[in-house]
């Protein structure tokens, strides 16, 4: 047996696996541990940027939300300001039909005094016309005298 070559084969084989195993588990150890550092640094560097994802997406939202806000406020703004916009305009244009309203009675109202004025001028006219023709045509010097007392008798009622 301490002649057969396959026996020293095997013994060298087991003394060459005891010299070279602890330095090759060392080895396959700082490897595996060097491996596990690396992978716990990804590890880490992804929670990392997961938190700041988190963060930027928690900013975003507030930012959303106080953007929704204001922009609430100000369509709320807008549509009380088309509303109060809208009542003075309604104001304006009832301020302005009753102004052009009262400016056409009023045109009203002249004319109608211009038009009573005409006719009692003309019905003067008229009257004085007529009043000539009859006194001219059938009134003697006893009538004319009789006529004019009684215009002067009834002076102070007319001018009361």
């Given at each position: 047996?301490?002649?057969?070559?396959?026996?020293?084969?095997?013994?060298?084989?087991?003394?060459?696996?005891?010299?070279?195993?602890?330095?090759?588990?060392?080895?396959?150890?700082?490897?595996?541990?060097?491996?596990?550092?690396?992978i716990?640094?990804?590890i880490?560097?992804?929670?990392?940027?997961?938190a700041?994802?988190?963060?930027?997406?928690?900013?975003?939202?507030?930012a959303?939300?106080?953007?929704?806000?204001?922009?609430?406020?100000?369509?709320?703004?807008?549509?009380?300001?088309?509303?109060?916009?809208g009542?003075?305009?309604?104001?304006?244009?009832d301020?302005?039909?009753?102004?052009?309203e009262?400016?056409?009675?009023?045109?009203?109202?002249?004319a109608?005094?211009?038009?009573?004025?005409?006719?009692?001028?003309?019905?003067?006219?008229?009257a004085?016309?007529?009043?000539?023709?009859?006194?001219?045509?059938?009134?003697?010097?006893?009538?004319?005298?009789?006529?004019?007392?009684?215009?002067i008798?009834?002076?102070?009622?007319?001018l009361?």
């Amino acid at each position: 047996m301490l002649s057969d070559p396959k026996f020293w084969v095997g013994v060298s084989f087991v003394l060459f696996v005891i010299v070279a195993w602890k330095p090759l588990v060392m080895r396959l150890a700082k490897a595996l541990d060097a491996r596990g550092e690396k992978i716990r640094a990804e590890i880490e560097e992804a929670r990392r940027l997961r938190a700041e994802a988190e963060a930027m997406l928690k900013r975003a939202e507030a930012a959303r939300a106080e953007a929704e806000a204001e922009a609430a406020a100000l369509l709320m703004h807008a549509k009380d300001e088309a509303t109060r916009i809208g009542e003075q305009a309604r104001a304006d244009l009832d301020a302005a039909l009753k102004r052009r309203e009262r400016m056409a009675l009023d045109r009203i109202a002249a004319a109608e005094v211009e038009a009573s004025a005409a006719v009692r001028a003309a019905a003067a006219d008229v009257a004085v016309a007529a009043a000539r023709d009859l006194i001219a045509k059938g009134l003697t010097q006893d009538g004319h005298a009789a006529l004019v007392d009684a215009a002067i008798a009834d002076i102070p009622q007319k001018l009361h």
